[in-house]
């Protein structure tokens, strides 16, 4: 089954503490992309990947990192969490036509 | 500012009406997207408009892209329970391979 995997799915964490969210798919996409989603914002592109060891910033990058050794995984590395960090994060897959995403379930971010 | 501007933000009706949801924009737009979110979940790709002017069906959703390519408007017909979720429009950047995405329209239907 095709899909797009994240984890976790739900993490409380405080202020400081190093994190990474992981993403995988096995659709053999090339390109990989970040969102945040907050309520009355929408979704934002945080970080996004055309290729193996390609990547580039999108729309909100400041505070975050990201990697890509190899295809089917692009880690979100938080190296320092703040509370404005708090949010709904979603990782997205794309083939040739990189405007047909595939998201992932999500993973609800808190941050004290 | 969101570039993308989404009309209502929240639509609660009863089972069996009609409903119809924008989105706007003062920028061209190369396509536009429709999407659907349930809760805990990613979202859906419900359908890709290109053309202005473009309409599509999908069962008992419309969907309409305007003939200037900024806006779009999703119409559903006689909705049901399992139509509740976000519905969200994501712009094709004509400045870039990016989409832009709206806020996003809570839709509640009540059987």
């Known amino acids: 089954e095709a899909q797009v995997t994240q984890n976790p799915r739900y993490l409380i964490t405080v202020t400081g503490k190093k994190l990474t969210v992981t993403c995988s798919q096995n659709m053999n996409h090339e390109y990989m992309s970040w969102y945040r989603q907050d309520p009355g914002l929408g979704l934002r592109q945080i970080y996004y990947s055309m290729n193996v060891e390609v990547t580039d910033k999108g729309d909100v990058p400041e505070g975050y990192k990201v990697s890509r050794k190899e295809k089917r995984n692009f880690p979100l590395i938080l190296e320092s969490p703040s509370p404005n960090q708090t949010s709904l994060y979603f990782c997205?897959?794309?083939?040739?036509?990189?405007?047909?995403?595939?998201f992932g379930p999500g993973t609800r971010l808190t941050v004290l | 500012t969101q570039l993308l501007e989404q009309s209502p933000q929240f639509l609660s009706i009863q089972e069996g009406e009609n409903l119809t949801v924008y989105c706007n924009s003062s920028?061209?737009?190369?396509?536009l997207q429709w999407y659907r979110q349930e809760p805990g979940e990613g979202p859906v790709l419900l359908v890709t408009?290109?053309?202005?002017?473009e309409v599509k069906k999908l069962k008992r959703l419309t969907f309409q892209f305007g003939d200037a390519r900024k806006d779009s408007s999703l119409h559903i017909t006689a909705a049901q329970p399992g139509d509740t979720g976000l519905y969200l429009c994501?712009?094709?950047?004509?400045?870039?391979?990016?989409?832009?995405f709206g806020a996003g329209t809570i839709l509640r239907v009540k059987s």
């Open positions: 408009v290109v053309t202005g002017g």
């Open positions: 994501a712009g094709e950047w004509e400045y870039g391979n990016k989409l832009v």
């Open positions: 920028s061209v737009f190369s396509s």
């Open positions: 997205a897959t794309a083939s040739d036509d990189v405007l047909t995403q595939y």
